[in-house]
């Protein structure tokens, strides 16, 4: 981000912030803005950033916005509910996951803030089975066992799957494994289906020719979050820098939009995975960034109040209660 274009930011982000403070209250869900720190100061600032690989640095560099003018220091995880425990425990400052990793932190009461929101193509949220299975159907999953990281997007998703179908968890068992295990459960015949999101999807795809039992199309809305961490957001530096961040994130995902072929080769580089992987995947469209607002929110509550009522969340909670919007203004003019 150019000089000026930071600039910019930090002007929203005072304006922001002194609009709340001229009402004489801020949204009962947000914490105190600490005012922006000066770009000068920004130089001594480190920014903890979880990700899942190939994700958000592979976007950020493969559009050339990783110049940042504060330190970042990437830790990486295999999926969206560790990446939330490290929040959660202030060893990550901010990361980002799918729609369903901060609903279950939100009911365990971690200390996490929901900041930003994307939303992408629901048909890479998929559930799938060997080619030679002789399940059909969804409703054929009665007694079956189905792979799924536990707390993931895929969790949701396999819900909402088995709801449409009039199926519960309780009608199946799921057997909870992170991607790179349950992907060798899946081509052992170790379980009968495999509940998945991209790249893995992508991947199992090339390399066992699966077959689709369902995908999100009329169920998963799609949605994916930047998480915070409010002692990350109590902190005028970090604050600050988690600004920047996530405009240049935003940034990053239209440019993957308009340059799926420069996408696709980077997060190969990024992962090993081979480019047939990763520009199918691509082709499917990436994540564009959406506002938080009450939509996303009204989604967010519908899913975690199924999650409740099929017993995998053990208690009701309000998703808004761990909404934060300070960055509205700034994710705006992105």
């Known amino acids: 981000m150019r000089r000026r274009d930071f600039l910019t930011v930090l002007a929203i982000s005072s304006t922001g912030f002194l609009s709340a403070c001229a ?4 949204d009962p869900q947000q914490a105190p803005v600490p005012p922006p720190a000066p770009p000068e100061q920004l130089a001594s600032v480190t920014l903890r950033v979880g990700d899942q690989k190939g994700n958000s640095r ?3 560099r493969s559009a050339g916005l990783d110049d940042f003018p504060y330190t970042v220091e990437w830790a990486t995880f295999p999926s969206g509910p560790p990446l939330l425990e490290a929040i959660s425990a202030d060893a990550v400052d901010i990361g980002g996951v799918g729609n ?4 279950f932190a939100a009911a365990a009461k971690a200390k996490i803030r929901v900041v930003a929101a994307s939303k992408g193509n629901v048909a890479s949220d998929a559930l799938v089975v060997l080619p030679d299975s002789p399940l059909q159907q969804v409703a054929q999953l009665r007694g079956r066992k189905i792979a799924v990281a536990k707390g993931s ?5 396999i819900l909402l799957t088995l709801r449409k179908a009039g199926l519960t968890p309780a009608d199946v068992e799921l057997v909870y494994l992170q991607p790179s295990d349950a992907m060798g459960a899946f081509k052992q015949g170790s379980v009968d289906a495999w509940a998945i999101w ?3 999807f992508s991947q199992i795809q090339l390399e066992s020719a699966v077959r689709l039992l369902a995908d999100g199309r009329g169920t998963a809305n799609g949605l994916s979050f930047q998480v915070a961490g409010p002692a ?3 902190d005028a530096g970090r604050n600050t820098a988690i600004a920047d961040y996530l405009v240049r994130l935003a940034r990053a995902q239209r440019f993957a939009d308009a340059n799926r072929e420069q996408r696709a080769q980077a997060w190969a580089e990024d992962t090993g995975l081979p480019v047939e992987v990763t520009r199918r995947a691509t082709e499917l469209g990436p994540d564009l960034p959406v506002e938080l607002n009450a939509e996303v929110i009204r989604s967010e509550q519908e899913l975690a109040d199924a999650f409740v009522a099929a017993e995998e969340i053990p208690r009701r909670f309000e998703f808004a209660e761990f909404v934060d919007t300070r960055f509205a203004a700034q994710l705006a003019t992105a």
């Open 58 to 60: 592979s976007l950020l």
């Open 100 to 103: 369903t990793p901060p609903l």
């Open 198 to 200: 991209d790249p893995y």
């Open 232 to 234: 990350a957001l109590a």
């Open 23 to 26: 009402g004489g209250r801020t």
């Open 153 to 157: 997007s895929a969790h949701g998703q």
